[in-house]
């Protein structure tokens, strides 16, 4: 149980972390602009798991 709380705590960290990283990146941003870039890094990183993944039948 301990082993939960203690993951919890650390991903929650890292969820922080990074929404702090995509909110300074956006700051500056229109809405426009934020959909535009969201749409190009979903694409990009559905293209990189296609490329890199394996296939599955």
Same mark, same amino acid.
């Given at each position: 149980?301990?082993? +939960?709380?203690?993951?919890?705590? !650390?991903?929650?960290? !890292?969820?922080?972390? *990074?929404? +702090?990283?995509?909110?300074? $990146? /956006?700051?500056?941003? /229109? !809405? =426009?602009? /934020?959909?535009?870039? $969201? *749409? *190009?890094?979903?694409?990009?990183?559905?293209?990189?798991?296609? =490329?890199?993944?394996?296939?599955?039948?």
């Amino acid at each position: 149980m301990h082993l +939960d709380i203690g993951h919890m705590a !650390v991903i929650s960290l !890292v969820h922080g972390l *990074v929404y +702090d990283v995509i909110f300074k $990146a /956006t700051r500056n941003l /229109t !809405v =426009m602009q /934020t959909a535009g870039l $969201a *749409v *190009v890094v979903i694409a990009g990183l559905w293209l990189a798991a296609r =490329m890199f993944g394996g296939k599955r039948r």
